[in-house]
């Protein structure tokens, strides 16, 4: 197996979380706050695509989809434009809503395209290909790429486990 089908295989994961974290929600359920100023299912999952988004197309000199394909009017947030959510504060969080959950994983559906055609044309050599030097060591595609994979699944581990705790609460 080369390191791409990996990287493929990990991103199919994450959109499987998506769609199953996601799936049966209503409004009430994906902006739930466990306690004030905590993440609500919804922002962790807009945070978890416009970051794979921002840095996928980045890496590879693409565009944004959530500006290019319009998602950024769709969506409608009281945010700028570039936003991906990186600090935000809990008031910040809190303008991350929407009116489905369908908006949410049609959002992901479109960025994971777009990743996985970027995937697909990667080449071993591709990987060593510096794309940040404001870090030391300056960080690689493949260490860019696994470090999305990674806060990717840790965000949907989240949004899937208030998923179950507004549940099992029916809060």
Excluded at 12 to 29: F, S
Excluded at 59 to 82: I, S
Excluded at 89 to 99: F, M, N, Q, S
């Amino acid at each position: 197996m080369h390191a791409k089908d990996i990287l493929i295989d990990g991103y199919g994961r994450i959109q499987e979380e998506v769609h199953d974290t996601l799936d049966g929600l209503g409004p009430d359920e994906l902006h739930h706050r466990p306690a004030p100023g905590a993440n609500t299912i919804a922002w962790l999952v807009w945070h978890l695509t416009r970051v794979q988004d921002d840095h996928v197309a980045d890496a590879f000199g693409l565009g944004q989809v959530w500006l290019e394909q319009g998602w950024e009017k769709r969506f409608g947030l009281d945010l700028p434009r570039q936003d991906t959510g990186y600090g935000h504060t809990p008031a910040k969080i809190a303008k991350v809503r929407v009116d489905s959950a369908e908006l949410l994983t049609g959002y992901y559906d479109a960025v994971h395209e777009q990743t996985l055609g970027a995937l697909r044309s990667l080449a071993a050599k591709d990987l060593e290909r510096v794309v940040d030097e404001g870090w030391d060591p300056p960080v690689t595609l493949g260490v860019r790429l696994v470090s999305v994979l990674s806060d990717d699944l840790q965000h949907i581990g989240q949004a899937a486990y208030l998923k179950g705790l507004v549940q099992s609460t029916g809060a």
